[in-house]
């Protein structure tokens, strides 16, 4: 896949464009991703991501860290934080702004170290891509876990894109194809998981985690944590 959204975030740390970030998808007109977003300070971030953050302990993993916001948040709070991201553009963005600890990797190919606490956020358990590759996932993240070790992820029940149709019995109604588009640049059309409270719980359970949902916003949106029962 081309790093269009490595150069897009390499370009607006860098100040070298004014061009603007763009997602197509399947369900209407394509929409313009603010790339700010990927900049946030704390005092910008919703409740759900603030939650996450302070549930932080141990040596931390943050998966999809994209620009590196989040990581350099628990940086200056003096967790032991690595930042994790498979894109070279944002990877060579969060050695510039200082973050300290910095894996180019894809995670489900990722097995050097394990960690006290996983970190999903902005919607990250998307890169599962569909609810076979969740199991995938969670079964590779539960292998990454130290002993007491949690996974934080924040994700969100989308069915309300489906008001007044059918939803989907080809697939999981979650399961959402994007492409991203920047300066005429296009990746090659993707899929990215939303993924209900029910649904995630069942599967998680099924191998062996405990859930519980620690934040629920009026949008749908939710912050969970994942925990292995001790014995």
Known sequence: ????????????????????????????EKEIMPIAAFFREEYDMPDIEWLALERCEGKVLDIGAGAGS??????????????????????EVMRARNVANIIEADIFQYHQQKYDTLLLLMNGIGLAGNIEQLKTL??????????????????SDISYLYEGRSLPDDRYFGEISYQYEYKKQK?????????????????????????????EDEFGQYLAQLTIPTT
């Not at 896949?1 to 607006?12: E, I, K, R, S, T």
């Not at 940086?75 to 944002?90: N, R, T, W, Y």
Request: aromatic share 12%; glycine share 6%; with cysteine.
């Open 138 to 155: 969670l079964l590779h993240c539960k292998i990454l876990l130290n002993n007491g070790g949690r996974l934080l992820f924040d994700s």
């Open 1 to 28: 896949m081309n790093d269009v959204l490595g150069q897009a975030l390499f370009d607006y740390y860098h100040h070298r464009s004014r061009s603007k970030l763009f997602i197509h998808n399947q369900y209407g």
């Open 70 to 91: 989040h990581a350099l948040i628990l940086q200056e709070k003096g967790i032991d934080v690595f930042a994790m991201d498979i894109s070279p553009l944002a990877v």
């Open 187 to 215: 990746t090659e059309w993707f899929q990215w998981l939303y993924v209900d409270e029910h649904t995630v719980k069942k599967i998680a359970e099924s191998i062996g985690f405990e859930m519980e949902v620690l934040l």
